[in-house]
C-alpha cells in the first residue's frame, strides 16, 4: 500500500479516536464541577460541644416475618389430579418436547404429535409400550 495513504489513514484513526474521547468527556466534566448551591454546615468534629443530630436506631429485625407453616391441602386429591392427566409419564413427554418456538422455527413436529399421526420419532424404546 502507497505510504501516502497509509500516513492519510492513521492521522484520520487518529482524529477520530480523539473526536470520540472528547465528546464522552462533557458530560463527566459537568458532574465533577457541580456544586451544592450552599454546602451543608457540619459542626468541626473536635469541638467537644458542638451540636450533632440525633443518633436514630433502626433494628434490622424490625420488618422480619417469623415463618408460618402454608396448608398443603389433600395430597390424595393432588395425586388423583395428576393420575387424570396422565401421571408423571406425561410430565416426562413434556418435558421431551421442544418449546413452541423451537417448532416453529425448525419446521420439526414434536414427538407427541407424531405419535399422534402413527410416526416414528428416531427410535423405538423396548420399554415404550409399558404403562400404557
Excluded at 29 to 53: F, G, N, S, Y
Aim: glycine share 8%; proline share 9%.
Amino acid at each position: 500500500m502507497n505510504p501516502s495513504i497509509l500516513a492519510a489513514l492513521r492521522r484520520q484513526a487518529l482524529a477520530c479516536c480523539a473526536l470520540l474521547a472528547t465528546s464522552a468527556l462533557p458530560p463527566f466534566a459537568m458532574a465533577q464541577t457541580v456544586q451544592p448551591a450552599q454546602p451543608e454546615k457540619r459542626p468541626d468534629p473536635l469541638e467537644a460541644r458542638a451540636p450533632v443530630p440525633a443518633l436514630q436506631y433502626q433494628s434490622s429485625l424490625q420488618t422480619y416475618r417469623p415463618f408460618a407453616d402454608e396448608e398443603v391441602g389433600n395430597w390424595r386429591a393432588q395425586n388423583d389430579a395428576v393420575g387424570k392427566i396422565g401421571g408423571w409419564r406425561t410430565y416426562a413427554r413434556q418435558a421431551r418436547e421442544p418449546d413452541a418456538a423451537e417448532l416453529n422455527a425448525g419446521g420439526k413436529k414434536s414427538p407427541a404429535a407424531m405419535k399422534e399421526e402413527g410416526g416414528q420419532q428416531g427410535h423405538s424404546h423396548q420399554h415404550a409400550e409399558h404403562g400404557q
